[in-house]
């Protein structure tokens, strides 16, 4: 995904990689942990799948972080219809599960 923000544009600089989130949620904490310890408070652009890409930013502006999406890589993350309709459908559950579980962490100052 690094490589997808420099063809848009990004300098490596300032691509910083979140590498330690076991899932979407604990990905979008440490995401916010970076960025206050970094002190940043500008727009944060999220680049992955384009089937993840709603769940990501949905999860990232809950927590608030301001973010936006970058466009989605061109080539589907999972080859084959089989594979894509899985991670489709997968999406159906992981995104409300994901919100209501968010906004618990929120209610409780954890997100």
Do not use: N
Request: positive net charge; proline residues 5%; glycine residues 8%.
């Amino acid at each position: 995904m690094a490589s997808l923000l420099q063809g848009f544009g990004v300098a490596r600089d300032q691509i910083v990689l979140e590498e330690t989130g076991t899932d979407t949620l604990s990905s979008v904490r440490a995401v916010k942990r970076l960025l206050q310890a970094r002190g940043h408070r500008g727009v944060v652009y999220a680049a992955t799948s384009a089937y993840h890409l709603p769940r990501c930013l949905v999860l990232m502006r809950l927590a608030g972080v301001a973010a936006r999406a970058c466009p989605p890589p061109a080539f589907p993350a999972a080859r084959g219809l089989r594979a894509r309709w899985y991670w489709r459908l997968r999406e159906v559950v992981a995104f409300p599960f994901d919100v209501a579980l968010g906004l618990l962490l929120k209610l409780c100052g954890r997100l």
